[in-house]
């Protein structure tokens, strides 16, 4: 599982920088896998989705599993600088 904080490039590992490749993820959110968080932003949203559905708390990452968010991240792998 990777951190929600880790960056989307790092987790496209040799497609990320340098690779030559541009890649634009648009992905509705269905699983606990998430990457490209800014610090504080998943304790935020399970904090905000916590109670709110029977089973759910603070320690739960639920909100990434409704379908109700969504992230898009972009790597330009043509840039070195990214």
């Known amino acids: 599982m990777w951190k929600p904080t880790t960056s989307f490039i790092e987790a496209l590992g040799p497609l990320g920088n340098k690779s030559g490749l541009r ?3 648009l992905r509705t959110c269905k699983s606990h896998v ?4 800014q610090p504080g ?3 935020e949203l399970r904090k905000d989705i916590a109670g709110k559905k029977p089973g759910t708390g603070p320690d739960f990452r639920t909100w990434a599993t409704t379908g109700n968010y969504a992230v898009i991240q972009f790597c330009d792998g043509k840039k070195s600088d990214v």
Do not use: N
Not at 34 to 37: K, R, S, W
């Open 41 to 43: 932003q998943d304790e």
């Open 23 to 25: 890649i634009l993820s």
């Open 34 to 37: 998430i990457v490209g968080l």
